[in-house]
Protein backbone atom coordinates (compact mmCIF):
# COMPACT_ATOMS: atom_id res chain seq x y z
CA UNK A 1 0.00 0.00 0.00
CA UNK A 2 1.09 3.67 -0.46
CA UNK A 3 -0.44 6.77 -0.74
CA UNK A 4 -1.30 9.71 1.76
CA UNK A 5 -2.99 7.63 4.69
CA UNK A 6 -3.95 9.84 7.30
CA UNK A 7 -5.39 9.31 10.51
CA UNK A 8 -8.41 11.96 11.61
CA UNK A 9 -9.49 12.73 15.49
CA UNK A 10 -7.59 8.85 16.16
CA UNK A 11 -8.96 6.83 13.96
CA UNK A 12 -7.01 5.47 11.07
CA UNK A 13 -8.25 4.11 7.66
CA UNK A 14 -9.10 0.58 7.19
CA UNK A 15 -7.74 -0.48 3.96
CA UNK A 16 -7.59 -4.18 2.65
CA UNK A 17 -4.14 -5.15 2.05
CA UNK A 18 -4.90 -6.50 -1.16
CA UNK A 19 -6.05 -3.05 -2.15
CA UNK A 20 -4.23 -0.82 -4.66
CA UNK A 21 -3.69 2.93 -3.13
CA UNK A 22 -1.76 4.90 -5.66
CA UNK A 23 1.29 7.01 -4.28
CA UNK A 24 -0.70 10.34 -4.82
CA UNK A 25 -4.19 9.10 -3.65
CA UNK A 26 -4.85 10.65 0.02
CA UNK A 27 -7.42 8.45 2.14
CA UNK A 28 -8.32 10.35 5.32
CA UNK A 29 -9.97 8.89 8.52
CA UNK A 30 -12.86 7.35 9.00
CA UNK A 31 -12.71 5.15 5.71
CA UNK A 32 -12.64 1.24 5.38
CA UNK A 33 -11.50 -0.07 1.89
CA UNK A 34 -11.60 -3.33 0.79
CA UNK A 35 -10.29 -6.18 -1.81
CA UNK A 36 -9.14 -5.60 -4.84
CA UNK A 37 -10.06 -1.98 -4.75
CA UNK A 38 -8.22 0.28 -6.47
CA UNK A 39 -7.88 3.86 -5.33
CA UNK A 40 -6.30 5.54 -8.67
CA UNK A 41 -3.62 8.64 -9.13
CA UNK A 42 -4.77 12.27 -7.48
CA UNK A 43 -7.81 10.84 -5.70
CA UNK A 44 -8.79 11.93 -2.56
CA UNK A 45 -11.29 9.88 -0.14
CA UNK A 46 -11.64 12.00 3.06
CA UNK A 47 -13.83 10.51 6.11
CA UNK A 48 -13.65 12.96 8.54
CA UNK A 49 -16.84 13.48 10.29
CA UNK A 50 -19.02 10.55 8.82
CA UNK A 51 -17.45 7.40 7.63
CA UNK A 52 -17.19 5.98 3.89
CA UNK A 53 -17.26 2.35 3.10
CA UNK A 54 -15.78 1.05 0.27
CA UNK A 55 -16.52 -2.29 -0.49
CA UNK A 56 -14.36 -4.90 -3.00
CA UNK A 57 -13.58 -5.27 -6.68
CA UNK A 58 -14.15 -1.40 -7.07
CA UNK A 59 -12.22 1.21 -8.97
CA UNK A 60 -12.31 4.21 -8.36
CA UNK A 61 -10.75 6.12 -10.85
CA UNK A 62 -8.06 9.27 -11.26
CA UNK A 63 -8.96 12.48 -9.50
CA UNK A 64 -12.35 11.58 -7.91
CA UNK A 65 -12.97 13.26 -4.56
CA UNK A 66 -15.34 10.99 -2.23
CA UNK A 67 -16.47 12.90 0.77
CA UNK A 68 -19.38 12.85 3.76
CA UNK A 69 -21.82 15.56 4.35
CA UNK A 70 -20.93 16.08 8.23
CA UNK A 71 -23.45 15.11 10.84
CA UNK A 72 -26.38 14.47 7.66
CA UNK A 73 -24.73 11.41 5.28
CA UNK A 74 -21.93 8.93 5.12
CA UNK A 75 -20.54 7.73 1.71
CA UNK A 76 -21.45 3.91 1.12
CA UNK A 77 -20.13 2.12 -1.95
CA UNK A 78 -20.46 -1.15 -2.52
CA UNK A 79 -18.67 -4.38 -4.47
CA UNK A 80 -17.98 -4.10 -7.83
CA UNK A 81 -18.71 -0.86 -8.50
CA UNK A 82 -16.57 1.71 -11.29
CA UNK A 83 -16.66 5.35 -10.83
CA UNK A 84 -14.96 7.22 -13.64
CA UNK A 85 -11.93 10.03 -13.24
CA UNK A 86 -12.80 12.84 -11.66
CA UNK A 87 -16.13 11.98 -10.30
CA UNK A 88 -17.41 13.45 -7.51
CA UNK A 89 -19.32 11.05 -4.72
CA UNK A 90 -20.69 13.09 -1.68
CA UNK A 91 -22.91 11.74 1.19
CA UNK A 92 -24.18 9.49 -0.95
CA UNK A 93 -24.63 5.28 -1.65
CA UNK A 94 -23.60 3.45 -4.90
CA UNK A 95 -24.78 0.16 -4.42
CA UNK A 96 -23.12 -3.21 -5.17
CA UNK A 97 -22.53 -3.13 -9.34
CA UNK A 98 -23.29 0.21 -9.54
CA UNK A 99 -21.41 2.57 -12.44
CA UNK A 100 -20.83 5.91 -12.53
CA UNK A 101 -19.46 8.00 -15.18
CA UNK A 102 -16.50 10.18 -15.76
CA UNK A 103 -16.69 14.02 -14.72
CA UNK A 104 -20.48 12.98 -12.93
CA UNK A 105 -20.91 14.11 -9.27
CA UNK A 106 -23.51 12.15 -6.95
CA UNK A 107 -24.97 14.48 -3.66
CA UNK A 108 -26.06 14.46 -0.74
CA UNK A 109 -28.49 11.48 -0.06
CA UNK A 110 -28.56 10.37 -3.17
CA UNK A 111 -28.74 6.93 -4.56
CA UNK A 112 -27.45 4.75 -7.07
CA UNK A 113 -29.22 1.26 -6.90
CA UNK A 114 -27.39 -1.73 -8.08
CA UNK A 115 -27.18 -2.02 -11.81
CA UNK A 116 -27.71 1.97 -12.62
CA UNK A 117 -25.33 3.65 -14.35
CA UNK A 118 -24.77 7.48 -14.27
CA UNK A 119 -23.51 8.90 -17.56
CA UNK A 120 -20.19 10.90 -17.83
CA UNK A 121 -20.75 13.97 -17.00
CA UNK A 122 -24.00 13.71 -15.24
CA UNK A 123 -25.47 15.54 -11.96
CA UNK A 124 -27.48 13.18 -9.74
CA UNK A 125 -29.22 16.04 -7.21
CA UNK A 126 -29.55 15.38 -3.50
CA UNK A 127 -32.17 12.90 -2.97
CA UNK A 128 -32.86 11.87 -6.32
CA UNK A 129 -32.32 8.06 -6.84
CA UNK A 130 -31.36 6.14 -10.09
CA UNK A 131 -33.02 2.46 -10.09
CA UNK A 132 -31.44 -0.86 -11.09
CA UNK A 133 -31.37 -1.74 -15.41
CA UNK A 134 -31.70 2.44 -15.82
CA UNK A 135 -29.05 4.91 -17.33
CA UNK A 136 -29.50 8.31 -16.36
CA UNK A 137 -27.92 11.40 -17.86
CA UNK A 138 -27.45 15.15 -18.02
CA UNK A 139 -27.74 17.79 -15.85
CA UNK A 140 -29.39 17.14 -13.83
CA UNK A 141 -29.47 13.94 -14.04
CA UNK A 142 -33.00 12.24 -15.88
CA UNK A 143 -34.07 9.00 -17.31
CA UNK A 144 -32.27 8.50 -20.05
CA UNK A 145 -32.61 4.73 -21.74
CA UNK A 146 -33.02 1.17 -20.04
CA UNK A 147 -29.75 -0.45 -19.65
CA UNK A 148 -28.66 -2.56 -22.54
CA UNK A 149 -26.21 -5.38 -23.75
CA UNK A 150 -23.66 -2.55 -24.61
CA UNK A 151 -23.89 -0.98 -21.37
CA UNK A 152 -23.68 -4.18 -19.43
CA UNK A 153 -20.46 -5.26 -21.38
CA UNK A 154 -19.20 -2.23 -20.62
CA UNK A 155 -19.44 -2.20 -16.93
CA UNK A 156 -17.92 -5.92 -17.24
CA UNK A 157 -15.47 -4.83 -19.15
CA UNK A 158 -14.38 -1.80 -17.28
CA UNK A 159 -13.84 -3.84 -13.80
CA UNK A 160 -12.55 -6.21 -15.23
CA UNK A 161 -9.75 -4.20 -17.12
CA UNK A 162 -9.20 -2.32 -13.34
CA UNK A 163 -8.36 -5.24 -11.57
CA UNK A 164 -6.35 -6.57 -14.67
CA UNK A 165 -4.09 -2.43 -13.95
CA UNK A 166 -4.67 -3.34 -10.36
CA UNK A 167 -1.60 -5.92 -10.88
CA UNK A 168 -0.16 -4.22 -13.42
CA UNK A 169 0.22 -1.43 -11.56
CA UNK A 170 1.12 -2.93 -8.14
CA UNK A 171 4.34 -3.81 -9.91
CA UNK A 172 5.34 -0.47 -11.64
CA UNK A 173 4.78 1.12 -8.29
CA UNK A 174 7.25 -1.65 -6.73
CA UNK A 175 9.88 -1.09 -9.47
CA UNK A 176 10.19 2.61 -9.04
CA UNK A 177 10.45 1.90 -5.55
CA UNK A 178 7.62 3.42 -4.12
CA UNK A 179 5.79 -0.21 -2.40
CA UNK A 180 4.76 0.09 0.89
CA UNK A 181 5.99 3.09 1.62
CA UNK A 182 2.68 4.37 2.89
CA UNK A 183 3.51 8.34 4.21
CA UNK A 184 1.84 8.24 7.14
CA UNK A 185 4.70 9.36 9.35
CA UNK A 186 4.76 12.37 6.83
CA UNK A 187 1.39 13.35 8.21
CA UNK A 188 2.68 13.27 11.43
CA UNK A 189 1.65 9.98 12.62
CA UNK A 190 3.42 8.33 15.84
CA UNK A 191 3.29 4.72 14.05
Not at 5 to 28: L, R
Not at 91 to 111: H, K, Q, Y
Amino acid sequence: MSGLIIPYEGVTPEISPEAFIAPDATVIGRVRIGALTGIWYKCVIRGDEEPISIGANCNIQDGTVIHVAGGQYRTEIGDDVSVGHMALVHACTLESNAFVGMRAAVMDGAVVESGGILAAGALLTPGKRVPGGEVWAGSPAKFMRKVGPAEEEMRDYVRQAYLDLLAKHKVAIEAAGLAGASRLAAAGSDD
